[in-house]
Nanobody, 129 residues
Framework: QVRLVESGGGSVQAGGSLRLTCEAF???????????LTWFRQAPGKEREEVAT???????NYADFVDDRFTISRDNAKRSLFLQMNVMKPEDTAMYYC????????????????????WGQGTRVTVSS
């Protein structure tokens, strides 16, 4: 049974940094390294939105609001996904979720949340001004 577990959330002041980690349990290496991986977030009262996506080849895509502040990366050997967030803003306050979809490779790996099978429970991020 696949489980995704996020960690690294917390409270930070504007301009600060956080590094989120998503660990996958029960996920075979052969499947994980061919999975599309995405970070989503949901702010209070708003819909969940894509933050960043990384495909099996390491190609990345970011939402416009990231504006070169965040970096998504993966470590297949450790079945892990990361999100380094710098120069954070109060509007980055949200619950952050990781999601994984096996077999969605290359250019098919997009941040469409409807296609993702596996989701974490989320980690809360609060940015104060």
């Amino acid at each position: 049974q696949v489980r995704l577990v996020e960690s690294g959330g917390g409270s930070v002041q504007a301009g600060g940094s956080l590094r989120l980690t998503c660990e996958a349990f029960g996920y075979a290496y052969s499947s994980f390294n061919r999975s599309c991986l995405t970070w989503f977030r949901q702010a209070p009262g708003k819909e969940r939105e894509e933050v960043a996506t990384i495909n099996n080849d390491g190609a990345t895509n970011y939402a416009d609001f990231v504006d070169d502040r965040f970096t998504i990366s993966r470590d297949n050997a450790k079945r892990s996904l990361f999100l380094q967030m710098n120069v954070m803003k109060p509007e980055d306050t949200a619950m952050y979720y990781c999601a994984a979809q096996p077999g969605l490779v290359g250019s098919m790996c997009l941040g469409n949340q409807k296609v993702f099978t596996f989701w974490g429970q989320g980690t809360r991020v609060t940015v104060s001004s």
